[in-house]
DNA sequence: AGGGCCAATTCGTGATCACATTCGCGCCAT
DNA sequence: ATGGCGCGAATGTGATCACGAATTGGCCCT
């Protein structure tokens, strides 16, 4: 080829490009559970060489977005049972934390911003669009746990949710739920008394809910 | 080169092998905060080329192992205070969910393990060995939370060892204790009597006294 | 008709190279 | 003596290639 009339993005590097795209997709449950992916599909798909193809996916890899096979091959993770439990889990245990630490800073402004989102939700679960309700529910907890200033947590949930994409999606399209989200309701209205033990249990609840998808 | 007489080992690809390596250097301390790695420089160390080390960094870097400058760049992290207040706190929140795990499953055979691994740790302590206590530490604790049966919550809590791993060791430098391990007693006794929340505040407590040292 | 085997294709891995950017250090001017 | 400037060395990035392993699809044998 040897084109190359990009010279480059600051922060834009190919690497981090695909990174980014893929990491939104696999969030978001765009790509089912068990889709297997090759470095040279994803560079002609993006329009970059192998390398920074292989540097994306290794990151993902390492963030447990993605599985790798014996061989290398490169796929999105199929979730046990047990996966799916550990993962509730830690969401049960990280995201009451944060919004622990977000509610003293939860200001009117933001809960209207909650509550803006919180209805998108519904439009999504009444357009039964899985991807859209996953999307805008991530929005609706990041909106409020960016406010704990507590990054690191941040990130470790994030990586939760990063592994639970796929399966969400696959589980959200199996079940077509028409049932507007109940505990974000919980959640505002705990934002809104500055109730923390009630804020704790309906996030935590929020948390779980989707593990009860699981039992079939 | 292209001499290759290495034709392939199954599970060890060199990357691999690059990254296990780095990753447990960082993990027990022997990198200082700050230390700046080069790609060519780590492909000499291992006597690979570039690539093996680039991906072995990118992995790194996603889990925090090393932090990445604006212009790509990478080092071993120096972290605020208010980052090792966050990471102790995650310790804090993941650690007891490991040890209420692994405590029905701990059977005698385990704690006299940690009970000769404990005694490692005085050893390395009257030593003032840093880095062979930070791992003694750390095999102590993991082998108890490998009886948990919980991969996903264990690998997020040596996530959390390994971004530590470099400003622990310069604590543990500077300040050079003569405690033996008081809490790793607590625990190994709350472990004999099968006491929960026993169990769960001495794991806390322990998990939380690396953040006192912080104070200064 | 079904199942196992072989070959062609596909894929990941690692090496090497070109290039733009950045870092570092010494020199010069003030 | 000091501070800024500029040039050379070093570094990350991305492309490309060679190679061996693994997968897949078709063909033949039973």
Known sequence: MMISPRPVDLTGAAHERVYRALRTQIMHGELPPGESLTLRGIGKQFEVSMTPAREAVRRLVAEGALTLSSSGRVSTPELSNDRIEEL????????????????????????????????????????????????????????????????????????????????????YARLNRTEPPHNHKLILAALKAGDDPGLRLAVRTDAIQGLRMLRN
Request: aromatic residues 4%; proline residues 5%.
């Open 88 to 171: 509730a889990a830690l969401r049960a245990l990280l995201e009451p934390e944060l919004a622990t630490r977000a509610l003293p800073r939860a200001h009117l402004a933001l809960i209207d911003r909650l509550e803006a989102i919180n209805h998108g939700v519904s439009q999504m679960v009444a357009r039964q669009d899985a991807t859209g309700y996953i999307r805008m529910n991530l929005e609706f907890h990041r909106t409020l746990y960016l406010r704990a200033q507590a990054p690191a947590i941040l990130a470790m949930a994030e990586t939760v949710w990063l592994q639970l994409g796929p399966t969400m999606a696959a589980l």
